[in-house]
Structures are given as C-alpha cells and as structure tokens.
T-cell receptor
Framework: SQQGEEDPQALSIQEGENATMNCSYK?????LQWYRQNSGRGLVHLIL?????REKHSGRLRVTLDTSKKSSSLLITASRAADTASYFC???????????FGRGTQLTVWP | NAGVTQTPKFQVLKTGQSMTLQCAQD?????MYWYRQDPGMGLRLIYY???????DKGEVPNGYNVSRLNKREFSLRLESAAPSQTSVYFC?????????????FGDGTRLSIL
C-alpha cells in the first residue's frame, strides 16, 4: 500500500514542550504533505515537502524528509494547548489526483 | 470566505434509503474529492474528479456514485444505504492534480445508517 503510517498513534505533552511525529511510507513519492484535524472539523493543510527537498519550515513547524528511509517527521516547537489535534501525513504518488493518508497521530497538549 | 461547503452536516438514514451529499467550493479549483473517515482507518478516497466532466474511482467506490455538476459542485450519492456506510464523509478540492497541490477540506457530513 502507498499509505503513510504515522508514529506514535498518540502523544501527550505539556505546553512549551516540542512534539515530534513520524511518518513512514512504502513506495516512491512525488511529495509528502502534513495535515491537522481538530475535533469535529475537516483537515487543514500544514505543509508540503517535495521529494527533492530534505527540510522545510513554516512558523513553529519543521518537516524533514528522508527518501532513502522512506520517512518524514513533523516537529512542532513550543507546543500550545491549541495545537491539540490529530496530525496526518499524506503521500502523493504517480496517479494524478491521489493522496494517500495515514491513520494519524493524536496530539494532546496540556496547559 | 466559505472555501468548501458540505451539506448536510448530520444525517440518519435507514438501511436501503438513498441520499445525496452535496459539496461546493468557491476557490475555482479544478479537482474535487470525496473521502470517508472511519475510526482507526484514516481517510480513504471514494471518488475524485480531476476536472469538470471527469470522475474516477478511488480506493472504496462500491455503493457510491458521484456527479460533477459543474466546476463548483461535486455530489456523492448513496443509492441503497447500508450500515457499513456509516462514516464521516469529507469533500475536498485542490487547484490542479492533488499529488502536487494542497487539498482544502469541508467540515464533513456525519452519516449514520440504522
């Protein structure tokens, strides 16, 4: 399957700490995207990293991509209670229009 | 700025009933998608439309039909609802092929089939 798999399934931290989530996938990709989903809401796009990029930053987010290991990580620095959400990685492959989503990491940030 | 709008937000059906989930986007996007989200399963693609006038099957198309009514609207129809179709359904759109562009999601339709 081309689907990404996030690890861990759940992560619980205190405000101010950093949160790291990992994503592994099985086939070659064109890009990898990270999304956030707040409870009861739709997914919101966070960041896209292309297969020829190794690292990308957006505000408090840092994403890395290692295509040799078929893995990516999402780092959220100085977490806030508002960061509490599920985080999904999605891989884009060779079929136009298809994104393959993982099962997500549930992040809880305690005040 | 509405983005992607889905209606209804909640629906309860009896087995065998039919219904259509509506989706509209106001971002002039070419591509639109329907996903279902089940606990522990992530999002699975049901159907997508790369451009107006075209539709293609995703991972789990059985029991569903779609219509790309125009560039803005993409509907999902359950002809004869089954309990296995109880899920949260998300519509999304993107400017061009999804593999290279971020997708924008609606807030979902929560569907229960009794």
């Amino acid at each position: 399957s081309q689907q990404g798999e996030e690890d861990p399934q759940a992560l619980s931290i205190q405000e101010g700490e950093n949160a790291t989530m990992n994503c592994s996938y099985k086939t070659s990709i064109n890009n990898l995207q990270w999304y956030r989903q707040n409870s009861g809401r739709g997914l919101v796009h966070l960041i896209l990293i292309r297969s020829n990029e190794r690292e990308k930053h957006s505000g408090r987010l840092r994403v890395t991509l290692d295509t040799s290991k078929k893995s990516s990580s999402l780092l959220i620095t100085a977490s806030r209670a508002a960061d509490t959400a599920s985080y999904f990685c999605a891989t884009g492959g060779s079929t136009l229009g298809r994104l393959y989503f993982g099962r997500g990491t549930q992040l809880t940030v305690w005040p | 700025n509405a983005g992607v709008t889905q209606t209804p937000k909640f629906q309860v059906l009896k087995t065998g009933q039919s219904m259509t989930l509506q989706c509209a986007q106001d971002m002039n996007h070419n591509s639109m998608y329907w996903y279902r989200q089940d606990p522990g399963m992530g999002l699975r693609l049901i159907y997508y439309s790369a451009s107006e006038g075209t539709t293609d099957k995703g991972e789990v198309p059985n029991g569903y039909n779609v219509s790309r009514l125009n560039k803005r609207e993409f509907s999902l129809r359950l002809e004869s609802a089954a309990p296995s179709q109880t899920s949260v359904y998300f519509c999304a759109s993107s400017d061009g092929a999804g593999m290279n562009q971020p997708q924008h999601f609606g807030d979902g339709t929560r569907l229960s089939i009794l």
